[in-house]
């Protein structure tokens, strides 16, 4: 039997599990070239091993690196099975670098007492059975490894071994747009997968197969419509990436899975659940045995296909077994970095990828008040589209290169952007952004407004009525200039990217997630539908600043262009033009900056009529006061 070409197999454990004999035999049946890792050893460490010295880290480091590069040389060729002990986690990423997800762990396992007699037995090897202790007090088993018992004969055991490796190394659930593009990413990447999509009579009928068909990328790839066969097809632990609606289908799907999984099998939720359900999930899988991963995916159908932004929350140990997958579909960013790290434990990912399409619906609502404006001015589209690519140079984004297609795609002889009727839809995530902003107690001001926008569109015909009985004035007639419109439009941004950055600060914090704003935004530079030239220069100011406001480039340009955002946003509300996006920048930042608010009338209406009592500025202590208001 021949396995397929350019993967590494390495056999780990103890000494005196049989790695030589087994990695000889498999090879053999493999038809793939067999290498002893001990061969490998430099002389002083056989001399030390020898003398029953235990080698220790230092030791083992250049050994370790000499045989990942026979690893990566062999996988140039067609792959190898290499004999490793492997001891450690450590040991395990030092032999895989450079070489993730083409690497296939195979522990062989057995009891002290076991292996102490097999070293016994033994001739002419330099390690002694007292040096075995040590081994095990070493040894960290590997959850990623496909495990066997020594206490199989040998044919037995590469039987089993052999078995494992000819099944799919990573499962898609769930084949609708999204899943489809990862699955095709996954393939072409070289991984062997396996492909689940359910049967519905007359609705959905062999959905698997008939992709599988159409796509050459695909080839390798087994389609089922079998839950039980679909797991079954899975190497274990298995890795499950389920690709169906957020909500009750969720947990359906994860129902239907458990009675086929095993204990450390991992499911990856890659839809858009609520990070509430995700957490409950989490513990609810672990009681199981199982390990769950929720993970945003940003970057729509294209992103998904050719690389998008990818944002797993889970236990870091587990963020290690499908990293090599997840990072390898991954979008990469100007320094060839794949656009995926972990993010934080349990629903952090999902909560992340919640406040990406928080500042997603403000960039969105930005531009369409920036349309708002422009049309204003008596522009045509094909007119902004010339003045948004004029704004490229200094504020560049994928939003606005999609706008400027938009606004130039014509049907017929009129521009499509005209027909398309003015409401806009909503998925549930910028509901829960402000929901979760309200409950944390951050001013997400904009993205709130954002999200009553699209609200308020969907009025369609009181608004038609409203504007012909509630508007004073016929025709704008704004002064503003173009220039003035774009720095607004960049002092919004910063306002925006502030907001909803500052809400990730409160729910790591909030959450113990410890999250790293640096890299998350570095893994939204690409791949992701907020991906921008700001985004990029955020990278370096969320290593010196834990928000934007506190770093001294930032707020000198706010400062900047606060002029022209004021200006804009007065003359449009003078000519009854709805901004609530850039004017909410403004008072934001207009409250933000108050030394002195109007809080302290609130406070006092609250003691007046409810006795929530208040503090006093003149009393440095906080000590809480009431006061008996009404005058007798």
Not at 246 to 255: F, P, T
Request: charged letters at 25%; glycine letters at 8%; hydrophobic letters at 40%.
């Amino acid at each position: 039997m021949k396995h397929k070409k350019n993967n590494l197999i390495f056999i780990m454990g103890v000494s005196g599990v049989g790695k030589s004999t087994i990695g000889a035999l498999l090879s053999e049946q493999l038809e793939m070239p067999f290498f002893d890792g001990d061969d490998f050893h430099p002389d002083e460490n056989i001399r030390k091993m020898s003398n029953g010295e235990p080698l220790n880290d230092e030791d083992r480091r250049g050994w370790l690196h000499t045989v990942n590069d026979l690893a990566k040389k062999e996988l140039e060729r067609s792959g190898a099975v290499i004999a490793c002990s492997a001891l450690k986690t450590s040991y395990r990423e030092i032999l895989s670098t450079g070489i993730l997800g083409k690497v296939h762990w195979v522990f062989l396992k057995g009891s002290f007492e076991e292996i102490r007699e097999r070293i016994g037995n033994r001739e002419g090897h330099f390690m002694g059975s007292g040096l075995l202790q040590s081994q095990f007090d070493t040894l960290e088993e590997p959850v990623e490894a496909i495990h066997v018992d020594i206490n199989l004969t040998p044919k037995k055991i590469v039987e089993v071994i052999s078995n494992q490796l000819e099944k799919s190394a990573f499962g898609l659930f769930g084949l609708g747009v999204m899943g489809k593009s990862l699955a095709r990413n996954l393939a072409s990447r070289g991984f062997n997968i396996s492909l689940f999509n359910r049967h519905v009579d007359g609705q959905e009928v062999d959905v698997a197969k008939k992709f599988q068909s159409e796509f050459s990328e695909l080839s390798s790839a087994a389609p089922f419509d079998d839950v039980a066969q679909f797991v079954g097809s899975l190497q274990q632990p298995r890795k499950i990436m389920l690709m169906v609606n957020a909500g009750k289908i969720v947990d359906a799907v994860i129902e239907d899975l458990l009675p086929h999984l095993d204990a450390g099998d991992i499911l990856i939720d890659g839809g858009n659940s609520n990070y509430n359900d995700t957490n409950k999930r989490v513990e609810y899988l672990k009681s199981k045995d199982i390990r769950f991963v929720g993970t945003g995916v940003s970057g729509g159908e294209e992103g998904a296909l050719k690389g998008p932004s990818i944002m797993p929350g889970c236990e870091q140990e587990t963020y290690k077994e499908v990293q090599p997958f997840l990072e390898s579909i991954a979008a990469k960013d100007a320094n060839g970095l794949p656009c995926c790290a972990w993010i934080g434990t349990g629903g952090s990912g999902h909560f992340v990828k919640m406040v990406h399409n928080g500042i997603e619906y403000v960039e969105m609502q930005l531009l369409a008040e920036i349309f708002t404006a422009l049309r204003a001015m008596g522009n045509n589209p094909d007119q902004m589209a010339d003045i948004l690519e004029s704004w490229k140079t200094t504020s560049n984004s994928y939003l606005l290169e999609i706008t400027i297609d938009i606004l130039r795609k014509k049907e017929g002889d009129d521009w499509l952007v005209n027909k398309i009727m003015d409401k806009a839809g909503n998925k549930g995530t910028g509901n829960w952004t402000a929901i979760a902003s309200a409950q944390l107690g951050m001013p997400s001001t904009m993205i709130t407004s954002a999200l009553y926008a699209r609200y308020i569109s969907f009025f369609k015909d009181e608004r038609i009525a409203a504007s012909q009985s509630l508007l004073t004035q016929s025709q704008a007639n704004l002064k503003i200039q173009i220039e003035d419109l774009l720095q607004a439009y960049q002092f919004a941004r910063l306002i925006n990217h502030y907001q909803g950055f500052k809400l990730i600060l409160e729910a790591s914090n909030s959450f113990n997630w410890e999250l790293n704003l640096s890299e998350l935004a570095r893994i939204w530079t690409n791949g992701c539908i907020i991906r921008s030239d700001l985004m990029v220069e955020l990278v370096s100011v969320f290593k010196e600043a834990d928000h934007l406001l506190m770093d001294k480039t930032i707020t000198e340009r706010l400062k900047n262009l606060k002029t022209s955002a004021l200006e804009v946003v007065a003359d449009c509300v003078l000519n009854e033009l709805a901004i609530p996006n850039l004017s909410d920048s403004v008072n934001f930042l207009n409250s933000f900056s108050l030394a002195d608010s109007s809080a302290n009338l609130l406070q006092a209406q609250r003691d007046y009529f409810g006795a929530h009592t208040y503090q006093r500025k003149d009393d440095p202590s906080g000590k809480f006061y009431h006061t008996e208001w009404l005058i007798k």
